[in-house]
């Protein structure tokens, strides 16, 4: 089976399989075969056919199959995050490239998420870290909140860290994955605001962000508990 890959772009969150093209290849050579059917047309039969909640499927002129997730559908996703707990350390093969700056990039973006939930917390944002409230991630319209383009590029690189540890992969992807996240979350932090002006003219908008911030912190922690690293609290 063709695994699904997520589409390069930014946004929307897409994902592409190849399924279409590979039941194509198994048919008769010959086009003057009966029951030869194009790529492109098996795929629109299949999306055609097919529905997963919350997802868009659609058939490319390329006979890929891309399926589009719905930003409800993203939001729900994001929620669900909040509550990923970091799990068992893995004994993975050691890593073949490891930059002590790029610990220290990682392992800092970790406890400064942290540390913005802390403030939230003490502010009286939210209880408890076990118990995350629901966030006002999308606006009445159903659209998400987070529009910002470091802020999708945040979303799409937690998708890309999920997937490769729902993969198992390899340390050194595991690092790789890392390393982009926290890259793009510093980013995130640096453009978008949560305090402030955003706090008092758009609360919805600064909880959503800090949702962002949590669920980078909670991904960040699986990261590098399984790669067998501290994700430390503090700075």
């Known amino acids: ?9 930014d946004w929307p969150i897409c994902y592409e399989s190849a399924i279409a093209l590979k039941f194509a290849a198994r048919q008769p050579r010959s086009r003057s075969a009966p029951g030869t059917v194009p790529p492109a047309a098996l795929a629109a039969e299949i999306a055609a056919a097919g529905s997963i909640e ?15 997730a719905s930003e409800p559908t993203i939001a729900a996703t994001l929620q669900r995050w909040l509550t990923v707990r970091p799990g068992c350390t893995a004994e993975l093969p050691p890593m073949q490239s490891f930059s002590t ?14 540390m913005l939930l802390r403030s939230a917390a003490r502010e009286g944002w939210f209880e408890q870290f076990d118990l995350p409230p629901d966030l006002p991630w999308l606006t009445s319209t159903g659209k ?5 383009t470091t802020e999708r590029q945040a979303i799409g690189l937690l998708f890309d ?3 490769a540890l729902a993969l198992e992969r390899t340390g050194d ?13 510093d980013a995130f932090q640096s453009a978008c605001r949560v305090w402030g002006e955003v706090k ?12 962002l911030t949590w669920a980078g912190q909670a991904v960040l922690q699986v990261l590098l508990n399984r790669l067998g690293l501290d994700a430390p609290r503090f700075l």
Do not use: E
């Open 54 to 68: 919350g997802w868009q499927i659609q058939a490319r002129p390329s006979g890929i199959l891309r399926f589009q």
């Open 101 to 114: 700056d790029q610990l220290f990039q990682v392992q800092y973006v970790h406890a400064r998420c942290w």
């Open 200 to 211: 008092t003219q758009d609360l919805p908008l600064a909880q959503a962000r800090l949702g």
């Open 1 to 9: 089976m063709p695994p699904l890959r997520r589409h390069t772009a």
């Open 144 to 148: 998400l909140r987070l529009q910002h």
């Open 161 to 163: 860290a999920v997937d």
């Open 173 to 185: 992807r595991l690092w790789k994955q890392a390393v982009s996240l926290s890259h793009q979350l």
